[in-house]
């Protein structure tokens, strides 16, 4: 359940996905910034299934752009294994700390 903060929040990265996607395109490196926020929003209210689809598309941005430091896949490795443990998928959970940034 989410608190009047993060329904603000979501607003909020929901506005500026769609700014972000008309200016810059579907796959620009910002929208990989929203996106990962998008899933650690979903991740601490519990929405882990949403949590996911965000971080999968958060990560499919951040491995295809070479302007992407590791950290910043790092961050979303790290939140895609911690959604997989909340949803049980232990083996899932176990590969993405494993991955090559």
Do not use: C, W
């Amino acid at each position: 359940m989410m608190k009047d903060e993060d329904e603000k929040a979501l607003d909020t990265y929901q506005k500026v996905l769609v700014m972000i996607n008309e200016i810059f395109g579907n796959d620009h490196l910002r929208l990989g910034v929203v996106f990962h926020n998008l899933g650690n929003l979903f991740l601490r209210t519990a929405q882990y299934e949403q949590a996911k689809e965000y971080l999968n598309k958060a990560l499919k941005i951040r491995l295809n752009s070479p302007d992407v430091d590791a950290d910043d896949r790092a961050a979303t490795f790290t939140s895609l294994g911690l959604v997989n443990l909340r949803l049980g998928s232990f083996n899932e959970s176990l590969y993405y700390p494993g991955r090559p940034i």
